[in-house]
């Protein structure tokens, strides 16, 4: 578990995907901001007979519901529901294989927390493995430039709404550093309960990308995790790290030479190896070594521990 000074690490993700993805319903906005969206899951060559569905509800800026629903996949077994590479929750599947994930931004029973932003973000539905059955992508309608503006409404409380900085201000409404209204970034009174913030930290090197760190924090506000890009799950800590995704298979931690950096009162000046959790092959093309260790914290390639491995005390993302 990390302290609260360290939630300074910024949410960095990637989210390409096929065009194949299909969407099979229309997409509606109303005046009142609402967004409904439906979208098909594809299967991986992992799981092809799978088929899954995603669904959105956005009522205002920052009220709404998520469900992710998939079918034939192996039964009686517990699947990540993993957005922009971070576990936001579990999805059980009945002995014939079917099974869902609800979420919502007012969470009861067995809905967990909408705290994430489903616009835009990749989807997948991932096996205890680390072999992802199901994926999509769902379409993103606030513009680029969009940040998360809090606006006062008819009751005198404080709502947030996905404009640009320029509308934002013509609106009478308070900018923030968000990049959308998920999770909620608009101060509350009274001071809400602290939760639990999620962080994906994509490593220096691209190709660890798709396996990024991600990082737990909790003691901190809604607004505090939205400002620094994170994600709020429904976690009550972060020991067990609930952020963290099974990893993807068949990882190795490898040790890259970062080379020779010029020099320095004439003497040659190098790097230590940096330390990266990727393939046995990414390791060869990166023309590194595999280390037998089984985490980058603490660094066995003598870097001080900045490698792209989510070690360190955080309850998960070691192989």
């Known amino acids: 578990?990390?302290?609260?000074?360290?939630?300074?690490?910024?949410?960095?993700?990637?989210?390409?995907?096929?065009?194949?993805?299909?969407?099979?319903?229309?997409?509606?906005?109303?005046?009142?901001?609402?967004?409904?969206?439906?979208?098909?899951?594809?299967?991986?060559?992992?799981?092809?007979?799978?088929?899954?569905?995603?669904?959105?509800?956005?009522k205002r800026g920052s009220s709404g519901t998520f469900s992710v629903r998939a079918t034939h996949l192996p039964g009686g077994q517990t699947f990540d529901v993993v957005v922009n590479k971070?576990?936001?929750?579990?999805?059980?599947?009945?002995?014939?294989?079917?099974?869902?994930?609800?979420?919502?931004?007012?969470?009861?029973?067995r809905t967990a927390m909408l705290g994430f932003q489903p616009q835009g973000a990749k989807v997948e539905v991932r096996d205890e493995q680390g072999e992802d059955d199901l994926e999509g992508e769902m379409p993103g309608e606030n513009p680029s430039s969009a940040i998360g503006c809090c606006l006062p409404d008819d009751d005198g409380e404080t709502e947030c709404e996905p404009l640009t900085a320029a509308d934002c201000t013509a609106h009478g409404g308070t900018a923030t550093s968000a990049t959308g209204c998920f999770p909620n970034p608009c101060p509350s009174q009274p001071p809400p309960t602290p939760v639990v913030c999620c962080i994906a930290q994509s490593a220096t090197r691209a190709f660890v990308d798709d396996d990024p760190e991600v990082e737990c924090e909790d003691n901190v506000s809604s607004a505090e995790c939205a400002a620094e890009g994170g994600m709020v799950v429904h976690a009550t800590s972060c020991d067990p790290n609930p952020c963290q995704p099974t990893p993807p298979?068949?990882?190795?931690?490898?040790?890259?030479?970062?080379?020779?950096?010029?020099?320095?009162?004439?003497?040659?000046?190098?790097?230590?190896?940096?330390?990266?959790?990727?393939?046995?092959?990414?390791?060869?093309?990166?023309?590194?070594?595999?280390?037998?260790?089984?985490?980058?914290?603490?660094?066995?390639?003598?870097?001080?521990?900045?490698?792209?491995?989510?070690?360190?005390?955080?309850?998960?993302?070691?192989?």
């Open 1 to 58: 578990m990390r302290n609260r000074s360290r939630i300074g690490r910024r949410l960095v993700t990637a989210v390409a995907f096929s065009a194949a993805v299909v969407v099979i319903g229309a997409m509606a906005v109303a005046k009142t901001g609402g967004v409904k969206i439906t979208r098909k899951l594809t299967a991986t060559g992992h799981a092809p007979g799978a088929r899954g569905l995603a669904k959105m509800r956005l």
């Open 86 to 109: 971070v576990k936001v929750g579990t999805l059980t599947t009945s002995a014939r294989g079917s099974g869902i994930a609800k979420f919502s931004t007012a969470p009861h029973g």
């Open 249 to 319: 298979p068949n990882r190795v931690i490898c040790c890259v030479s970062q080379g020779d950096q010029g020099q320095q009162q004439g003497q040659p000046q190098t790097e230590p190896p940096e330390c990266a959790r990727i393939t046995a092959a990414e390791c060869t093309a990166e023309g590194g070594t595999v280390s037998t260790a089984t985490s980058c914290k603490p660094d066995p390639c003598g870097g001080g521990g900045s490698g792209g491995d989510a070690g360190e005390g955080d309850g998960g993302g070691d192989d």
